[in-house]
């Protein structure tokens, strides 16, 4: 991505070595936004009258939702092994880009408490004490999921932290520090591991507010909507072409410049990668609705 070299023409131009290709790319193209764009109309399942996105069940042609995470029962107490103190270790996880956000203990009491309330509860060992996660600092974390692992002494927490710091120094996560000497966290700490696609855009954003000379992402920011537009126009056609040819390894290498490029104008008009994340998760609860109605709403498929 970083060696393809820079263009002048405006946005809605193709590079001229792509002209030889433009009459099967137009038709693929072509065919492919208006299967797309026809479906929609015919089945009316891809989008609520709300703009919500909702998957399609193709058998009963009929839009379902994903099923919705669920906790565990109390029941599942007796079959984990807590320590010789009554303990049990808890990883909290990010529900969207699975980044560690903090480890902490739990007793039967804490795990009880998370069951019933649906937000993190741990025991402090130096207080001896249950403690309600974010009940001070207001940083509440809601559990969207329980596992545990195979030798069910461990518990794995999906949630979602209230304000994005879930640890005390003020950090997105407690786990920041790399180096040999430990360091003070706060919100400038080393964000956590994540997702390729987050720590991408981590990437990207800190060019746009630090830009580095010879970067190629500062280049594109620089060049504005019309730079970016274009990159994006062009590695469009290419991936088109790459599914054409059905070239995985090439399919692969070109969805992954259309997300890059993606990402830059997202950098650009300063919109966050989770902002995307949040969207696609919320079009997963979508209600179900039926074609024909949807049908109605949506007008005549021609």
Not at 125 to 142: C, F, N, P, Y
Not at 207 to 227: I, K, M, Q, V
Request: charged fraction near 25%; aromatic fraction near 4%.
């Amino acid at each position: 991505m970083g060696s393809k070299p820079e263009l002048k023409t405006s946005a809605v131009s193709m590079n001229k070595a792509a002209v030889p290709w433009m009459p099967p790319l137009a038709v693929a193209a072509g065919e492919a936004i208006e299967s797309l764009t026809a479906g929609v109309r015919r089945r009316g399942c891809d989008q609520n009258d709300k703009g919500t996105a909702i998957r399609e069940d193709l058998e009963h042609n009929t839009c379902s939702p994903e099923p919705s995470m669920q906790l565990l029962s109390p029941t599942v107490i007796q079959h984990l092994r807590f320590n010789e103190a009554g303990l049990i270790p808890a990883i909290a996880q990010d529900w969207l880009d699975g980044a560690v956000l903090m480890m902490a203990w739990m007793n039967s009491t804490a795990l009880e408490a998370t069951l019933s309330s649906g937000e993190a509860h741990y025991w402090s060992r130096s207080r001896q004490t249950l403690w309600h996660k974010g009940a001070t600092s207001g940083h509440i974390q809601t559990v969207r999921g329980i596992r545990y692992d195979c030798d069910a002494d461990v518990l794995l927490l999906t949630v979602e932290q209230r304000g994005d710091i879930a640890c005390h120094t003020g950090a997105r996560s407690c786990f920041y520090d790399q180096t040999d000497k430990p360091t003070e966290g706060g919100a400038e700490a080393l964000p956590p591991p994540s997702d390729a696609c987050t720590e991408l855009f981590q990437v990207i954003d800190g060019r746009r507010r630090h830009p580095e000379p010879g970067s190629y992402t500062n280049r594109l920011l620089d060049g504005g909507d019309n730079r970016i537009l274009k990159k994006i126009g062009e590695e469009s056609a290419e991936f088109v072409m790459a599914c054409k040819d059905d070239n995985p390894e090439e399919i692969a290498g070109e969805a992954a410049d259309i997300l890059f490029h993606m990402q830059v104008a997202l950098a650009h008009h300063g919109v966050s990668w989770r902002q995307v994340q949040e969207v696609l998760a919320a079009r997963r609860g979508a209600p179900r609705r039926h074609s024909e109605a949807t049908q109605s709403s949506q007008g005549p498929s021609d």
